[in-house]
């Protein structure tokens, strides 16, 4: 490329002074643009399946504030919807799926994945030409327990009980379906790579709710294997892993997945975030609820990340998606004040 | 005390084999003598304020099981609901109260809180002298945080960004609260210890959800004021501190806030809690989920824990409250296991 991208420097290891920022669902419904558009799609997959208005609300605030990486505007639950899994989205109610036991995971057929997704590999090529070269253009996937957990409950929950004991008691099939939506995600991954995504991020977003070994066997080894089988066809693949709510067990999940770097909610210490940048680039870790109540709230926030973080390889982020009642000014002075001008 | 309690004999340090057990929220659901006791109360509420009732479900499970200690039946919104906020449970969609904004925070009077919790002295009383000699009793309340997160959203709520708001937004008016509920915290566990308590848990079941700054503002600091003044009266005092979902700040806890033991969520590693228990007495951590996913899954999950933790001071407990799925015949399974009997 002929412009370095700022983020690739900090995914390699180095340090940017100030920090790239970019925002977990910054193509969101707190920008007007964005429900504007939003509006014009029958529904939200249609929203991820059209790449003219994919890219359209992927691009908005790259043209609003600049952000250091653009990321594909897609959902984690394309893949279950790849497998037929009837996902649909309820107005102010979440993702509903057909429910799935373990012998729906037998007759799962990924087979048509990439035909199902092509619009979304459309999306991301036009993406790579429509962006400023210095932008980076990140790909990314659900991690394979995440999905799962809506896949077996049909719905979100808020502890994930129902994949919870299913994982206890149907321990097979629970590795066999993680093992596959591991498999799909590598192959839908390498896709985004080859068509112009500079780097990807693999959202774990529910890992915080299992135990010790439930973590390992359900989040660190279906990740690992992504990372492997990205890696066998792609060695220079450069990968975020984003296990929100690990706490302690952030502590070896680079070492034992592979991934080049962490991306950390907003209850991570910053004490423990510098040991753990250590080892390689992080990025995070603003709480969301800062932008919400703003700026004085906003800079005490930034400045502490800055101290602990900003002499090592940090991409800025928030510490997990921004919500809808976020004031775009205000993320506007969230985004100068990290770059030293607000 | 003629006979030495053994949940005693751990929280000052010592290591007691097989370790002693309880379960939190043991007078539950899942008892079918619970759901009987409960169906002649009028509400939830009339149970925790009715000693006859509340007596006779807290030793319920005493008598099935012959549990290590017994935990006073009661709520975390008592002291809510002694502050007039209108407290009230709506079958299947939990507990409800009339929010709270700055302005009905400096009008909270707590004069009354002793009187309106007569009846749970009363019962601390009776249990104490109906319990076997041998079984500790524990007395309890909310941390005022979490109780706070209750009182602001007026409800539960999966991340409690009503009362994170608040706290960023009304940073004095939080802080009011906090003091507030901490000083009638630390009333209210005093008068459970001088009524026959052997010493207390506080359950800050919400202090997963703040980041760094916030859980040292809203959880640590609270916690300690109710831990220092609990001890200015009785300094002699035991205190179990259950941050649930602390992750990674359960690092320094115990030192930040003076608590003699920590409960552990199931999601702590057991490695981790091996190191926290160097430094004094732990409880936890089974998931509740392994009780309901049957006896293999509860034979794992205990042999890790006691593999982990057995060597020295630990109460075996779950990571959280059990859940009405779960088969008394199976928690009975697990109580016999941990005490090498199964």
Request: with cysteine; glycine share 8%; aromatic share 8%.
């Amino acid at each position: 490329m002929a412009v370095e991208r700022k983020i690739m420097k900090v995914l390699k290891g180095e340090t940017v002074t100030p920090p790239p920022i970019w925002i977990m669902r910054q193509a969101g419904r707190y920008l007007p643009e964005y429900r504007k558009t939003r509006a014009t799609a029958k529904g939200f997959l249609d929203l991820c399946y059209t790449p003219d208005l994919a890219v359209e609300v992927t691009l908005q605030p790259i043209r609003r504030y600049g952000l250091d990486a653009s990321i594909l505007f897609s959902d984690i639950l394309v893949l279950p919807d790849a497998l037929d899994c009837n996902v649909r989205f309820v107005e102010g109610e979440g993702p509903r799926l057909d429910p799935i036991n373990a012998d729906g995971i037998a007759r799962l057929d990924p087979t048509g994945m990439h035909d199902h997704l092509a619009p979304v590999y459309e999306a991301v090529r036009r993406l790579r030409q429509e962006l400023p070269e210095e932008t980076t253009l990140l790909g990314f996937c659900g991690a394979p327990w995440t999905v799962a957990t809506y896949m077996i409950a049909g719905r979100g929950t808020p502890d994930q009980a129902p994949a919870r004991l299913f994982g206890y008691r149907e321990r097979a099939a629970m590795e066999r379906l993680l093992d596959l939506l591991a498999d799909m995600s590598a192959a839908y991954l390498l896709r985004q790579l080859e068509e112009g995504a500079d780097a990807v991020q693999v959202f774990d977003s529910w890992s915080g709710v299992l135990d010790e070994e439930m973590f390992e066997a359900f989040c660190v080894r279906p990740m690992k294997r992504i990372v492997d089988t990205v890696r066998a066809q792609k060695p220079d693949a450069t990968i975020i892993g984003f296990p929100k709510g690990a706490g302690m067990l952030y502590r070896d999940y680079r070492q034992r997945t592979g991934v080049d770097a962490l991306g950390l909610d907003w209850t991570v210490p910053l004490s423990f975030a510098a040991e753990l940048q250590k080892d390689g680039p992080v990025q995070g870790n603003l709480d969301p609820l800062r932008v919400v109540a703003g700026r004085e709230t906003i800079r005490d926030g930034v400045d502490r990340i800055l101290d602990a973080l900003g002499n090592g390889p940090l991409i800025f982020n928030l510490g997990h998606g921004i919500t809808p009642q976020a004031d775009p000014d205000d993320v506007g002075y969230l985004v100068d004040h990290v770059r030293g001008k607000a």
